[in-house]
């Protein structure tokens, strides 16, 4: 593993792809506790929330699993320096939580849809909130770090020139 200045293009790209993915289905989503209802009692759900989630599911699954994969064999760019130390952990635990949070969230949704496990449903519904929570926070921190503390972090994550 390398320590890089900067992302590498693939990993800039997987971070803003599975971010919107994640995005839409958490729009979206509204309908799919109906949708596995109506699944579970040996109906057919209809709209298309039950047509596009899980795939997107699916789809953020593989780009997580791809970006933890880049993730290792790229590195990442050192934290800057001067930070406090408990800031650093904290980046760091958020960091393991989001990549965690991303695999569990497609595999709990898929043991509800796909295997009709219904407490998994509730699992899938928690956890999609657990990483709102997350990512608000990881927004706010890149933020902070970018108009209070002023280092420059968020460079971290424009392409190379």
């Known amino acids: 593993m390398t320590n890089p200045v900067k992302y590498a293009r693939i990993q800039i790209a997987l971070h803003w792809g599975i971010f919107l993915l994640f995005a839409f289905n958490y ?40 970006r933890i994969v880049a993730r290792l064999k790229l590195g990442a760019p050192a934290l800057p320096e001067g930070n406090n130390p408990l800031m650093d952990k904290a980046a760091h635990l958020a960091h393991l939580a989001l990549y965690g949070l991303l695999v569990l969230i497609p595999l709990s949704g898929m043991a509800a849809w796909g295997v009709g496990i219904a407490p998994a449903g509730d699992a899938h519904e928690i956890l999609v909130n657990l990483t709102m929570f997350i990512v608000v926070v990881h927004a706010a921190a890149a933020l902070f770090h970018q108009f209070v503390l002023k280092d420059n972090l968020m460079m971290r994550m424009r392409p190379k020139g």
């Open 27 to 66: 729009v979206v989503s509204d309908g799919m506790g109906k949708a596995l209802r109506t699944k579970l009692e040996g109906g057919i759900p209809e709209g298309l929330v039950a047509t596009i989630h899980p795939p997107i599911g699916v789809a953020v699954l593989v780009l997580t699993l791809i």
